[in-house]
């Protein structure tokens, strides 16, 4: 399934910091409650407590746990550190160097704020593309931003891109033929045979109507 509406740019930026977070946005999805502060205090040394205060809120901005948890904008770490009354913010390079610690860290993160695997909640997506796509007519950018969206707000992990991707092409289109089909049982003979005849179908096996072609655009002048 073609997912090339998906810049480079776009696929790089996916579950992925794209520069420093604005004030509202720190605010938001960076402020240490005291939930927070509680599961953060338990863990021994500065630098483990501000990585796990990172893994915990880029969670929960973005919907990922980083593989590398000292990917953070400075921005982002010296919030964090402010907060937790860390003096000395690059104490953070020094969290993941044991592996087996940013692993358990991301075991108790997953249970305690309960995020689930995308398998979990695929189904589910999948309706809720196909429903939106049907109801409002969005490009697939927008479904993806939106399904994005969904998956975060349902604190489920997200996927790789081209999964995602590939989910919102292969419902949308689908969801798009629906709503050909069900035009096209609209009309009767004659109109279909005029509509019919208004196809000059470029697809290697050919079409005999033009539900089997896809959406197809016309200009003001009934052009393709």
């Not at 087996?100 to 689930?116: A, F, G, I, P």
Request: glycine share 8%.
């Amino acid at each position: 399934m073609p997912v090339e509406f998906l810049t480079d740019a776009q696929a790089a930026v996916y579950a992925a910091y794209d520069g420093a977070p604005s004030r509202t946005e720190l605010e938001r999805f960076f402020f240490l409650d005291d939930a927070d502060r509680e599961l953060i205090e338990s863990k021994r040394r500065s630098h483990n407590r501000l990585g796990f205060a990172a893994q915990l809120t880029t969670a929960r901005y973005l919907g990922v746990f980083l593989d590398d948890p000292t990917d953070v904008p400075p921005e982002v770490v010296d919030y964090l550190a402010e907060q937790l009354g860390i003096a000395d913010a690059s104490a953070l390079k020094a969290y993941g160097e044991r592996e087996n610690t940013r692993l358990t860290h991301v075991r108790e993160l997953r249970k305690v704020l309960e995020y689930t695997e995308f398998a979990e909640a695929e189904a589910e997506l999948r309706v809720w593309v196909d429903a939106r796509a049907w109801t409002t007519g969005e490009g697939p950018k927008a479904l993806f931003d939106a399904s994005v969206g969904w998956l975060r707000e349902r604190r489920v992990l997200l996927p790789g891109v081209t999964t995602l991707a590939r989910l919102v092409a292969s419902v949308r289109e689908a969801a798009n033929q629906r709503l050909w089909d069900s035009l096209y049982g609209l009309l009767n003979t004659g109109q279909r045979a005029v509509l019919d005849s208004l196809l000059t179908c470029r697809s290697v096996r050919g079409c005999r109507s033009w539900t089997g072609c896809g959406a197809v655009r016309f200009g003001s002048r009934g052009r393709r």
